[in-house]
């Protein structure tokens, strides 16, 4: 699926789910921050590992990680802050989730000039993930990605 949901990509009921929170509000360095808790959470996982030999894992833990990096940044620069990052282990699947401040929906931007810097991160995030949406939140809303394996 390429365009964006409403659900939150996660099947709530499945006995092996397992969920990972972060704060971020208000945390210096939340990109970092985010990319490291979510790899350490890949590997503990055994999901995939971006120091494995596996160059099929090394990608995949890469993917994900610039997905992580991707949606931090959009909910600091259009979200008005990045509150939450929620890192999710549903099944063979995992799903990153930035929550913000600001209710509105992202929107993909119509292709441009692609030497243009910015304005990129959504069409990365739904290049790279199985699927990607948004769920909204009482305080804002969390943009989601999910990475089949």
Known sequence: ???PRT???VHPQAPDRQVRRLGLR???GPVGR???FTGRALAEWAWADSRAEDPDEVERAEDVLLVVSELVANAMTHGGGVLELVVTLD???VVVGATDGEGRAPTLPTPGDPARPGGHGLQV???LA???GTTPQPTG???WARFDR
């Open 1 to 3: 699926m390429n365009g």
């Open 7 to 9: 659900d939150a990509g």
């Open 26 to 28: 208000g945390v210096s």
């Open 34 to 36: 985010a990319r490291d």
């Open 91 to 93: 099944g063979d699947a």
């Open 125 to 127: 995030v739904r290049r």
């Open 130 to 132: 199985t699927s990607w």
């Open 141 to 143: 809303k969390t943009v």
